[in-house]
C-alpha cells in the first residue's frame, strides 16, 4: 500500500491562503470578462443600427428600436460595473 506523508503546517498554510484567495480572483475574473463583453458588444450593436437605417427593405421599427435599448443597457452596466 502506498500511503503519502502528512502535509506540514506550512503547506497547509500555503493551500489555505491560495484557496481562500483564489475565489476572489475568479469573482474578479469573471467581472472583468463581462465588462469585456458589454464592452465588446457596442461596435456590434452600432453595425446593427447602421445597417438598419441604410436597408431598402420594410423592417419593423421595433428591430431598430430593440437595438438601440441593448446599445444603452449594454454600456449602461459597462459604466455601473467599471465605476464600482
Known amino acids: 500500500m502506498h ?4 502535509l ?3 503547506t497547509k498554510v500555503r493551500l489555505n ?7 476572489e480572483y475568479l469573482i474578479a475574473l ?3 470578462i463581462f465588462t469585456t463583453m458589454l464592452n465588446l458588444s ?3 450593436l ?3 443600427i ?3 437605417i441604410n436597408t431598402d ?3 419593423p421599427l421595433s428591430e431598430g428600436l430593440l437595438y438601440v435599448a441593448l446599445l444603452v443597457i449594454s454600456q449602461s452596466m459597462y459604466y455601473i460595473i467599471s465605476e464600482h
Do not use: V
Not at 3 to 6: D, E, L, N, V
Open 50 to 52: 447602421i445597417d438598419f
Open 3 to 6: 500511503f503519502s506523508k502528512p
Open 42 to 44: 457596442s461596435p456590434y
Open 30 to 32: 469573471c467581472i472583468n
Open 8 to 10: 506540514s503546517l506550512h
Open 17 to 23: 491562503f491560495l484557496i481562500k484567495f483564489s475565489g
Open 46 to 48: 452600432i453595425k446593427h
Open 57 to 59: 427593405e420594410e423592417r
